[in-house]
């Protein structure tokens, strides 16, 4: 996988119908800046207002994946984002003249390959990318969806899918992509299918207005008689289909592309569902019978993995002291039992880092409890503060001559129990710059890397009478 950003050499445009709004649009994707990701941006209402391609900006996934930002709407997005991804195409702006992605014949072929055709350029700015570290689950008893990620060892984006629909024509199907590389040509050709029984119904939704066989694989799993296909073809707003059913199968004005076609279409999906993340996916992800509405879901778990793990302080403990147990004391007026901080191993002009190692020989575990021993909350936070603390009185001259006063904490969290044994990492930003003695920080402590507590804080820097 490439590690630096990469946007198109050129812009490119397409036109057609959306599959389910069945209105014509002009889409034109242009090169972006690094940094910019994938946007939409509808040109046809009133201020070009952009749509993030982001997995919090969904908010439908009925057949597609819809987007709003901003009072606006794009329908069907997975096919162009899995196309610009599987491309490794990392900042694309994607200009529209109406509320859908065409169609084109169902796949996301015509995309890849006018991608391929325009070229990319590299960027001066590292790729987002994320690696997986320990297994995500996603379960859907409703829907009877499962989706799993799992580290993998080669550090590439793998995905194998599984569909099953209990039918005599499709029955299970299983496909696979080993790396991002191989989706031009394995995965990007496979198109969308439907089942010839649900187009009736999908129709009466108010959906696939712009579907027919040239832009869908259709499946039949019975024949069907002239007067059969002659109502359905009411219902979808076209006087014939032009097509005659006379076995179980797929019909013959659409021939399978691969044998296993609809599952490499999931995967497709699947891609363009996780693009919305915002970063290249390091590891193996395995999905049984997906959707857009599980891989979505799937998609939020991903973002707040990463949004947890990403952007992390360091959180080495073993890095030398930049102020030791003495040092902190001459600066803090706290002494045993309540000076609940033992190292300072980093600050910044707007951020500092200290460390609590938590023992058994903690007074507050006599009575927290006997038999269960858990450090309190409030003295995580105590703790936390006298980092912070530091920090501020460090701003100033003589700070020996100074003390710190909470005013107010906001947004406290506790995430997991702290146990004797454990090293709390606290590392705490500035909010806003310190203005008049007010210091205001957001603290969080970690326990192995994992986020044990939060809170924001203000406090007052007051000279000692």
Do not use: W
């Not at 409703?142 to 039918?167: C, H, N, Q, W």
């Not at 394995?186 to 119904?201: D, G, P, Q, S």
């Not at 699947?270 to 992800?285: K, S, W």
Request: glycine content about 8%; some cysteine.
């Amino acid at each position: 996988m490439h590690t630096q950003q990469r946007t198109l050499a050129e812009a490119i445009t397409f036109e057609g119908i959306g599959l389910h709004t069945g209105e014509y649009n002009r889409m034109t994707v242009q090169p972006a800046p690094a940094g910019h990701g994938y946007k939409f941006q509808r040109l046809d209402l009133e201020g070009t207002p952009t749509i993030d391609a982001d997995v919090d900006r969904v908010v439908g996934t009925q057949r597609g994946t819809t987007l709003e930002q901003h009072g606006a709407r794009v329908h069907t997005t997975e096919h162009i984002l899995a196309a610009l991804y599987g491309c490794e195409v990392d900042n694309a702006l994607i200009q529209l003249e109406g509320p859908e992605i065409p169609i084109m014949d169902g796949s996301a072929q015509a995309f890849v390959e006018a991608i391929q055709a325009a070229g990319t350029t590299d960027q001066d700015a590292p790729r987002k990318i994320y690696t997986l570290k320990e297994n995500l689950a996603y379960e859907d008893l409703e829907k009877d969806v499962e989706m799993l990620a799992v580290p993998e060892p080669d550090g590439e984006f793998r995905l194998t899918v599984m569909v099953d629909y209990r039918s005599p024509v499709l029955g299970t199907q299983h496909a696979s992509m080993y790396k991002l590389e191989e989706f031009a040509e394995e995965i990007a050709a496979c198109r969308t299918f439907v089942f010839l029984k649900e187009v009736a119904t999908l129709a009466r939704e108010g959906l696939i207005k712009g579907g027919d066989v040239a832009n869908a694989v259709v499946l039949a799993e019975r024949p069907y008689s002239d007067e059969e296909l002659a109502e359905i073809g009411q219902m979808v707003g076209k006087s014939s289909l032009e097509i005659h059913v006379e076995s179980k199968g797929v019909l013959n004005t659409s021939p399978l592309r691969y044998q296993n076609e609809p599952a490499r279409h999931k995967l497709l999906d699947i891609v363009g569902d996780l693009a919305l993340t915002g970063h290249f996916i390091q590891g193996h992800i395995l999905a049984a019978r997906p959707g857009h509405a599980g891989n979505v879901a799937f998609a939020k778990l991903l973002k707040q993995r990463i949004k947890a793990e990403t952007g992390l302080p360091n959180l080495n403990p073993e890095r030398p002291s930049i102020l030791d147990i003495n040092d902190i004391s001459r600066m803090l007026p706290h002494r045993y039992p309540f000076l609940l901080v033992d190292r300072i191993l980093e600050m910044t002009d707007n951020s500092i880092t200290g460390v609590k190692n938590v023992t058994m020989n903690e007074p507050f575990f006599t009575g927290h409890f006997p038999g269960n021993p858990v450090m309190p909350g409030v003295l995580q936070v105590e703790a936390m503060a006298q980092v912070g603390g530091i920090f501020a009185l460090s701003s100033v001259d003589n700070p020996e001559e100074y003390t710190t006063y909470f005013m107010k904490i906001d947004n406290v969290r506790f995430k997991q129990k702290v146990l004797p044994g454990d090293t709390i990492i606290f590392h705490l930003e500035l909010m806003s710059p310190i203005r008049r003695g007010l210091v205001n920080m957001r603290g969080r402590g970690f326990v192995r890397g994992q986020l044990v507590s939060e809170a924001e804080m203000l406090a007052q820097i007051a000279k000692q009478p």
